[in-house]
């Protein structure tokens, strides 16, 4: 890291404000780099080398787009890696550097701190690194058109994990052998005296009564997976007939997407965060009289709202503030909830100061999900005028349908469960004894894009090598898309 | 510097060239997507490939948004209802860029590798055009500065004391007055004029105007780019050529036979009257489907073309569209006669695709 020296002096200095707070980072490099630099990181997700990739290009076509013609412009990029890597843009005025600094130290800390990054690779880096170096080289030995088909098609699939597998063990090491043998299930006889058994026992119903139970057992032995399985990758690594650099090249999509799963998780939290502490440490220690007019500027385009879309930056530094207010007055517990006056409530003060405290808390426990869930209060609702919107029919228009408190909660809530994506499970791996894949889409209210369904199905054949099904809902009926490497077809289940 | 990102940037390029190349051609072979917007803007969509996945969708899922409005307030259109339909090619997300149409044409000359046009031999001639920019107290009264004459009054009034703020009549005497002044500012100029001519004969159908309309758009786009003051004039033809209006060039649907010759002449004498070609850069497109009436017809117009349009013109370019009923021989006649011609240029256009490869070939010599 070579920082010019002003900007070294207040890199120094910002450490220390930051420090003072009771921020905990890992140590972070700084690289100044130029426009197109950036850009072509910001392309590769903020890492200097990954594997070589047309949507990367694709990417960067568009940055660069809208950089030249004005449209946008990047002014902060990290990531989570020990030690952090951040850039600073060349250009940027010095007050605009120090604002990312300290922008960036936050981050940094989340990444740190956060209870959902604590299962991340920190030397992603290098690991990165090696995934380019294992891609290149099966480019090499089989050709840039077919290893890129397949990472498509891994792209294609790359949102079907668990991401709260690293945390949790949802099947034993050792399968349970001796438990396995399920015990029959054929129901008890009715009580008779021995000259009536054949007339209330039917021999024939007992047996078909066996038969079935049997026929049960077998099933559910033979059954594959035994419970269904959510994170479809590491399915398709273990079982799926691929060749051994498919299978790499599904682990190395599967592992980056792992990596980047805890990022979706707390978007609001982070930028909020981030934002929440640039803006602390500028406006009370680091800003210069003549700097501030700039700084404002360029804070107020960071949270600023536009109709229709949240701004995560915006919805998480003012709900860490609020947070922050309310355990500074203690507006929180049983006495506080059961106030039902108005006037007694908003004046509510009782001078604990646990604020920071308790947003240091916060940012260590919470993602975003539980974040709203917890502290997205009916008066922080109406105070930002948070409102549900939804789609008209009749003139084509998206609506303010909702401002009522509960109404909008869920909906972001909706919005947030796992990240905005579809649960999709592996059900049967055998199905209909065929060796077929059967999936499961657990439906929430939300169909699947159909379109977007068809083409990942037929992605999903091509490692699969077998027909593929999955089970879904659409305008509320339940439905089963099957592709068999020749056709669509739509069906609906039997029961 | 080589980027490592370079290799992905034209992997891509590439693949929307290939895989995508009608969709990213799309604006150049349908005219009515560039149409000029509102001030000379046009959209220009950037292309993506989309990456399919399992993603919830429809239109159903509505959100959460933040700021002003009642409940019922509509905050943003939705889609064009009928997009994303079952099984429809793989989709792509379009980003919508709103560029002029200078960008729009450096675009073309990046994309097309156009090479810029060298005007010929008319650096001499400037233009002289006269700016109001300044005030001065002497100047003719039709162009006294009634403002700022009052406001020099005032000022004068006020520093001699004779201003009176209950009675604020200010008389402006003759020292006061004020005029606009002007400055005249020589700019060097390069005049340019494109004759188009097609054949409206009963053989050029919907689909061969239409060839020849987006062709035209985009042959104007870039001749506007390259010269301040360009004219067009539209010439349609069957077995007698007239000079007509834009709309009507493009909207006739004449029958009958086909002289070309009288188009060429019609041309020529247009050129006599008003184009002076020591003064204007004059570029002459033809289209037609190649069937012309007799041979003794095209004897006349090749001798037309080679001693009064082609010594005269910057460029003869003729496009000739296929058509079903056209026995396309004109092109192959132009060709065995006058290919020592470096001026002429000819192109044959099959379908809406042909028209890339048209332009490339008309606009790709920079003359």
């Known amino acids: 890291m070579n920082l010019p020296i002003e900007l070294e002096r207040e890199r120094k200095s910002i450490i220390a404000y930051a420090k003072s707070y009771g921020l905990d980072f890992y140590d972070t490099v700084f690289e100044i780099v130029e426009f197109d630099q950036l850009n ?75 209870l959902w990054f604590s299962k991340t690779n920190r030397k992603m880096m290098d690991q990165m690194a090696n995934h380019a170096i294992r891609v290149r080289r099966y480019i090499e030995k089989y050709g840039s ?51 009536m058994d054949a007339f209330i026992n039917p021999k024939e119903i007992r047996e078909e009564q066996k038969r079935v139970a049997d026929q049960k057992v077998k099933e559910d032995k033979q059954r594959f997976p035994q419970q269904p399985e959510r994170d479809v990758l590491a399915f398709l690594i273990a079982h799926a007939p691929l060749e051994k650099w498919q ?42 009289d003549a700097e501030v007019i700039d700084y404002a500027d360029h804070h107020s385009g960071t949270v600023a709202t536009s109709v229709g879309r949240l701004n995560p930056y915006k919805l998480g530094v003012e709900l860490f503030r609020d947070i922050e207010a309310r355990w500074n007055k203690g507006k929180f517990g049983k006495e506080y909830e059961e106030c039902s006056d108005w006037q007694t409530r908003r004046n509510w003060d009782k001078k604990l100061g646990l604020g920071l405290k308790k947003v240091f808390e916060v940012r260590q426990m919470y993602n975003d999900l539980m974040f709203i869930d917890a502290f997205l209060t009916p008066e922080f609702c109406a105070e930002q005028k948070l409102f549900a919107f939804e789609y008209r029919e009749r003139n084509n228009y998206y609506e303010i349908s909702d401002r009522e408190y509960k109404v909008v909660k869920e909906k972001l809530l909706f919005s947030l469960t796992n990240m905005g994506q ?71 289940p039997v029961e | ?68 409005g009642e409940v019922g307030t509509p905050i943003a259109q939705g889609d064009q209802p009928g997009t994303g339909s079952a099984g429809e090619a793989p989709g792509r997300h379009i980003l919508e860029v709103d560029i002029s149409l200078d960008e729009l044409a450096a675009m073309l000359s990046e994309e097309l590798e156009l090479p810029n046009i060298e005007p010929r031999g008319k650096k001499n001639i400037t233009s002289r055009k006269d700016k109001y920019t300044g005030i001065s107290d002497t100047g003719p009264e039709s162009l006294r500065h009634f403002k700022r004459t009052f406001k020099q009054a005032l000022r004068r009034q006020v520093i001699t004391q004779n201003y009176d703020l209950k009675n604020p009549v200010i008389v402006p005497i003759r020292e006061d007055r004020r005029y606009r002044t002007w400055k005249t500012t020589t700019k060097p100029e390069s005049n340019a004029v494109i004759i188009y001519m097609m054949d ?3 053989s ?15 042959i104007d786009t870039w001749l506007h780019y390259q010269y301040d003051n360009l004219e067009t004039r539209y010439i349609i033809h069957d077995a007698v050529a007239r000079e007509v209006d834009q709309n009507t060039f493009f909207h006739t649907r004449e029958s009958g036979g086909t002289i070309i010759s009288s188009a060429y002449k019609l ?101």
């Open chain 2, 204 to 218: 050029m159908g919907d689909e061969q105007k239409e060839i020849v309309r987006t062709e035209s758009f985009w």
């Open chain 1, 40 to 114: 072509e990181i910001a392309s590769y997700g903020g890492f200097p080398t990954r594997y070589p990739h047309w949507r990367y290009g694709m990417e960067y076509d568009e940055l660069a787009k809208g950089y030249e013609y004005g449209l946008q412009k990047i002014y902060e990029l990290v990531i989570n890696n020990d030690p952090c890597y951040a850039y600073l843009m060349k250009s940027n005025k010095l007050v605009d550097q120090k604002l990312v600094m300290a922008h960036v130290y936050a981050h940094c800390d989340f990444f740190k701190n956060n």
């Open chain 2, 267 to 367: 041309a020529s004498s247009m050129i006599d009257a008003h184009f002076d070609p020591s003064e204007w850069n004059i570029y002459l497109f033809h289209f037609s489907d190649g069937d012309n009436w007799g041979e003794i017809d095209t004897d006349e117009c090749i001798a037309i073309l080679r001693d009064k349009l082609l010594p005269r013109a910057n460029l003869f370019c003729y496009g000739q569209v296929e058509s079903p009923y056209g026995s396309g021989q004109f092109i192959r006649e132009l060709e065995d006669y006058l290919k020592e011609e470096e001026k002429l240029i000819l192109s044959e256009i099959r379908d809406k695709d042909g028209i890339y490869a048209s332009i490339k070939s008309f606009l790709g010599k920079g003359k």
């Open chain 1, 247 to 288: 299978r790499d090249i599904l682990s190395i999509i599967r592992v980056e997407a792992y990596y980047f799963a805890p990022q979706g998780q707390t978007k609001i939290m982070n930028e909020g965060w981030a934002t929440f502490w640039h803006s602390k440490i500028m406006t009370e220690k680091a800003l210069t």
């Open chain 2, 200 to 202: 409206v004969s009963g």
């Open chain 2, 1 to 68: 510097m080589v980027k490592r990102i370079d290799r992905d940037v034209s992997r891509f390029r590439q693949i929307v060239r290939g895989r995508v190349k009608k969709d990213l051609k799309k604006y150049i072979t349908r005219g009515e997507m560039i149409g000029k917007k509102g001030k000379d803007f046009v959209s220009i969509p950037i292309s993506q490939i989309h990456i399919p996945r399992f993603r919830l969708g429809g239109k159903k899922m509505g959100g959460v948004g933040q700021g002003d």
């Open chain 1, 145 to 195: 058109e077919v290893v890129e088909d397949f990472i498509e098609v891994c792209l294609s699939i790359e949102n079907l994990i668990d991401p709260h597998l690293p945390f949790i063990k949802r099947t034993p090491d050792e399968p349970d052998l001796a438990g396995s043998e399920v015990e029959k299930t054929v129901p008890a006889k009715f009580k008779s005296k021995p000259y």
């Open chain 1, 422 to 492: 579809p649960f999709i499970f592996v059900q049967d791996a055998n199905y209909s004894n065929r060796g077929e894949l059967y999936l499961l889409h657990k439906h929430e209210g939300i169909d699947l894009d159909q379109s977007d369904a068809h083409d990942t199905l037929a992605n999903i054949y091509n490692v699969w090598n077998r027909p593929v099904h999955i089970e879904t809902v659409v305008d509320e009926t339940e439905i089963i898309f099957s592709f068999d490497g020749k056709e669509f077809r739509e069906t609906t």
